[in-house]
């Protein structure tokens, strides 16, 4: 009896391990949108069965970082120009809510935790570094959704990222996006300090936006 209760919980711990070392890998693009996934392989480097894999992999497709295509296997989903132009908007919706809550909300120690945070985009921005502002800058907005408390709206904002995280961090490699993100970011904050709602979210709005748009000039210049 207790054997079996000891595999009921380890099985599903194992493919939930093992889906998220392959969710990281897709966004560091290690597993790159479009590629094939061999199972076979990763089941030899991960030591583990097809079976694991396979139910990690059944996760992965029910947030769409994943395609199980029958007879051909399972492929990194890779966002077309329709998808983005159709995501982006519904991100600077959620996120201008997410930023406009969290200016009403946050409180002095909340608003010198955000300093911090800023600090780090304003180091990494000077020093050029993309990967590590896209880092610091994630962090920015999720401590925005804890300051906002609206666990709807975290979850919203959460799906939805995981699907740009396939593509957002090449948008800092267009010239000069890193330093219009920066001063984005500063508008953003400021407006946090003032606690003007309004303003914080029609900031974020726009600055999602702008995302996407320079992400279009990118692909246009490829």
Do not use: C, P, W, Y
């Given at each position: 009896m207790n054997a079996r209760t000891e595999i009921s919980i380890a099985s599903p711990a194992l493919y939930l391990q093992v889906a998220e070392r392959l969710r990281t890998r897709i966004f560091a693009h290690e597993l790159p949108p479009g590629s094939w996934i061999d199972e076979q392989a990763l089941a030899q480097e991960y030591g583990i069965s097809r079976t694991p894999l396979r139910e990690a992999l059944k996760v992965l497709a029910s947030e769409n970082l994943v395609m199980l295509k029958p007879r051909r296997g399972c492929y990194v989903t890779e966002l077309s120009e329709q998808d983005l132009d159709e995501i982006f908007p519904v991100m600077a919706l959620l996120e201008g809510r997410c930023a406009a809550a969290a200016a009403q909300k946050a409180n002095e120690a909340d608003l010198s935790g955000l300093v911090d945070i800023h600090k780090q985009l304003e180091e990494h921005a000077r020093n050029?570094?993309?990967?590590?502002?896209?880092?610091?800058?994630?962090?920015?907005h999720t401590r925005l959704q804890e300051l906002a408390g609206n666990r709807w709206l975290s979850?919203?904002?959460?799906?939805?990222?995981?699907?740009?995280?396939?593509?957002?961090?090449?948008?800092?490699?267009l010239d000069g996006r890193l330093k219009q993100s920066l001063?984005?970011?500063?508008?953003?904050?400021?407006?946090?300090?003032?606690?003007?709602?309004?303003?914080?979210?029609?900031?974020?709005?726009?600055?999602?936006?702008?995302?996407?748009?320079?992400?279009?000039?990118?692909?246009?210049?490829?």
């Open positions: 050029g570094d993309a990967d590590r502002f896209f880092d610091a800058n994630q962090h920015f979850q919203l904002i959460d799906e939805t990222r995981k699907m740009l995280k396939l593509t957002r961090r090449d948008s800092l490699r001063a984005e970011h500063r508008a953003i904050f400021k407006a946090i300090q003032q606690h003007d709602a309004n303003e914080a979210g029609r900031l974020m709005h726009e600055h999602l936006l702008s995302g996407r748009a320079a992400l279009v000039k990118l692909h246009t210049k490829a």
